[in-house]
DNA sequence: GATGAATGAGAATTCATTCAT
DNA sequence: GATGAATGAATTCTCATTCAT
């Protein structure tokens, strides 16, 4: 039964992300297992918390990120890859409403969400480095400000969204001058640190 | 009776506030109740719905805010002004946990929600207008921008205030910075109308 | 509606002893608002928890037998007074499921409960004084292991009831005759003191 | 495969001997599978419902009692052997939290469980009658008074194992000298009689 | 007019048992 | 013969809203 339970767990997930994402993350677990067509208590046996079947998609969410992250940071035109990064980053936080939801829950703080998220500040890292380099981007913020910033744009976008498709974008323009050097005032505040997103500190 | 149920209206506002602002607006009505020293069913002669009290709420934030931006609009140094408006609004929104809560659903298309809204995008629009004449703002914003923007900054900074408290005002600064003209490049989108924000439009 | 409310916490009070006796205390609350005529939630106005109903009819049990060893210290036979004690204890403890399960929770320890209990352990003191006087009782029991005695016959005749009705009351009287001086052997381990009763201790 | 399955039936008896012992008679079965390291199918295989798995730790349970009881008829010092049969018998009880439960239940009305049941009244039969001839127990006590005496002493010793380890030994002293015949009063109630613990009788 | 008691609908979670591989 | 995946039924508890006093 192998194979049946690995089609039953894509199904699960393929159903929570679609239900989350409509609903965000206050669906109810009945409403995900019969959109996978399983029983409820199907989905407890792999997930032993609504919490954790909310982890896992995030966790995956975030890996989809890094790794986007990862090859915009090899791109030739570094200013071009960054804003092409932020645009399908941005773009996926609108498409899934409970993305911004689990960011504001303790799911970020369960480890293995924190081990894609430090390989995603690694490979925003990279990319605004260079993306400084070649004047593209103000000295001062680091890879801690853009995932901040990208959840902000998806936010506000979020509330356009039904009315307004694709208003985001937008406001992720406005962010991203905001990030050019050019009209650079000195910020107000420190940069992130790691320190500062890790639990209990 | 009528300052009994007048001091107990007040009671109820100023309960319903100090709980949605700590909660959201998932705090109970009689988590309210308890506060206001009054009934549930006292609530609910009032307050037909809880949505309708949330609205009323609402309401009377956004009514600040419009006064605040009046204000604004009329001070000497317009930039200082503009970003003197946004600080004060987006703590006003970190403050509520309610607040950006409220702007996700429906309570906003309420008429009396609507009615100031729009005062205060007129207010807005004329602090925007003089911020732009003095090379402060871009020419391609307008006032539609501005609550959007902020609301971004808020749910960004609503994330971190735990931990960094006052991280927002960071964002914040960075927003600004993009709404100078310095760093300006063409918004992928247009700006919004009033009919884009009215209901069924 | 003071009057229906009570009636209605009577009434639940009444449902809830007669389903926990019958059924011990696993019963549903569902089963005790059904015969109680009422919706589940009426009786998580009154008792948030299962636990706490459970305690507060725990609570009650406790202080009806330390009212009645308050009288049983009183009488003139206090052999007699002691046995009858006992008996109309333990036949408490037959008539209801939920009593020896609650003492084996932590129900026990909750403060109210604590303070029946407390009264009850100081008016089996008197008796068991008393007693001791008359040559009714060894010298080296103490009040705390009335309790104890009673849970075990409780118990014990509880695996009986259904086939053999009142066999309890053989193995009271054997305990009974094994607190007599008589056959007094020394035990093997010291006498509970109130601190070992006590949460923490 | 006859070894494997034998060997995979031994691991789920002591998987599940411990798992009750430490959890009561409510400890899922896929918490002994988990612990024997089989599939819970392969329980179910064995055992065609939980009660019959607990049927066969009793069973086991009241086996090793009775081989115990008959090592004490044959005693020099019956009066002693008495003792130590019914200190390690109580012990027994109080280290399995499910042997109450089962006793409890109608687990002990299975056949097997009455065969097994039977042989240890026989033996504790020739061990009381030999002590009576000793004079150390009362005339008016029969075999089936012991384990129900037992059972008593180790539901009451399980209320304060937690608190005051081994105070059942406390309750089991007072109990023997209440089987002894210098305290005896005439008993209220008959003994116990094999018909009264058939089923159906 | 105010009160707070009552409730129905629903949410997360658990578990003995069955079934497909 | 063994496995572990699937599930239906049950349980505790919550809350917006209505109603009797």
Not at 127 to 133: D, G, S, V
Not at 161 to 190: C, F, H, M, N, T
Request: proline residues 4%; contains cysteine.
């Amino acid at each position: 039964m192998r194979a049946d339970a690995a089609r039953n767990l894509a199904r699960i997930l393929d159903a929570a992300r679609d239900v989350f994402a409509e609903r965000g993350s206050e669906a109810s677990v009945a409403e995900i297992a019969a959109r996978a067509g399983v029983g409820t208590a199907t989905i407890y046996r792999r997930f032993p918390t609504k919490e954790d079947l909310l982890a896992a998609l995030f966790e995956q969410a975030v890996a989809r990120l890094a790794v986007d992250a990862a090859e915009a940071a090899e791109a030739k035109d570094v200013g071009r890859a960054l804003r092409g990064f932020m645009q399908r980053a941005a773009a996926a936080h609108m498409a899934d409403r409970s993305y911004c939801e689990c960011a504001e829950t303790n799911v970020k703080l369960r480890p293995e969400v924190q081990a894609r998220f430090d390989e995603l500040i690694g490979n925003v890292d990279r990319l605004l480095t260079r993306a400084k380099e070649a004047g593209e981007v103000r000295a001062d913020v680091n890879a801690f400000d853009v995932p901040i910033l990208l959840m902000g744009v998806a936010q506000a976008g979020a509330l356009l969204e039904e009315r307004v498709p694709g208003a985001w974008k937008r406001y992720l323009d406005i962010v991203l001058d905001g990030l050019r050097p050019q009209a650079a005032r000195p910020l107000s505040r420190r940069p992130l640190t790691a320190r500062d997103l890790r639990p209990r500190a």
